[in-house]
């Protein structure tokens, strides 16, 4: 019997296995074929405990688990950290044991102030999808499309024809705006039908007559058909005819 107080005890005697070594030790015993259910058994345990310690290291960069190597921290704490992309799991354990705390409490809180990008269960938001059925959708461009092809095809079609007669009426107006009668008698009694007049005697191509018509059409040039027609049964000025002989 020891007459001495002493603490020479198993207590302070003992050497702590690291959590990481613990989980390489689990991993070798299963690779030899040791069930789980006999390791829970061995050490008194249930089998969730050891499979969470089996699967300790799963979604830790090889840098963190670097870090953790000789350090002892429950399984909750890797549980938070794989939530974290790597840099950010670096971060952390870093942290964790610059204040001695590898607890996980201080995991979760670390893994709340991570940013959303920094996170492995972030999704970045996804477009708005078309409202409707898609199929319906689908069949109404067609249709549109369809509609859009005839269009073309017809004025393809009369492209010729209708080109043909503008140049004729160009040229008629052309000579009936030559004709002083006709042009003053025009002037007194419709000014707004002669600017129309002058307006496509000045043009020089399709595509500036349909900008111009498209950007400065007026009352006035839907006017100009009805006003000629009234004029032309016999109150033109003296000296003209008629609006179908430029000539007269």
């Given at each position: 019997m020891a007459k001495d107080f002493e603490a020479y005890t198993y207590n302070h005697r003992i050497n702590q296995l690291a959590t990481v070594q613990e989980h390489y030790m689990l991993r070798r015993a299963?690779?030899?074929g040791v069930s789980r259910e006999r390791l829970a058994r061995a050490f008194n345990v249930n089998l969730s405990a050891i499979n969470s310690r089996i699967n300790l290291l799963h979604g830790i960069c090889p840098k963190a688990v670097e870090l953790l190597q000789d350090h002892q921290f429950t399984p909750d704490v890797t549980r938070h950290l794989r939530k974290m992309k790597a840099a950010r799991q670096i971060e952390a354990v870093e942290l964790m044991i610059a204040a001695n705390t590898i607890t996980a409490a201080h995991a979760d809180a670390l893994l709340k102030a991570t940013p959303?990008?920094?996170r492995t269960d972030y999704k970045p938001p996804q477009?708005?999808?078309p409202k409707g059925d898609p199929l319906e959708q689908i069949v109404k461009l067609e249709r549109e499309m369809s509609q859009v092809q005839e269009k073309y095809k017809h004025a393809e079609e009369n492209?010729?024809?209708e080109l043909l007669n503008l140049v004729v009426a160009k040229g008629y107006l052309k000579k009936l705006m030559e004709n002083e009668a006709?042009?003053?008698?025009v002037a007194r009694h419709?000014?707004?039908i002669l600017e129309q007049f002058e307006l496509v005697l000045n043009t020089l191509s399709m595509e500036e007559a349909v900008e111009q018509f498209g950007h400065e059409q007026t009352p006035a040039?839907?006017?100009v058909e009805s006003r000629l027609d009234s004029d032309n049964g016999g109150n033109l000025p003296t000296g003209s005819s008629s609006l179908t002989d430029p000539q007269g």
């Open positions: 299963i690779d030899k959303p990008e920094q477009p708005e999808q492209y010729g024809s006709i042009r003053s008698y419709a000014s707004e040039s839907a006017a």
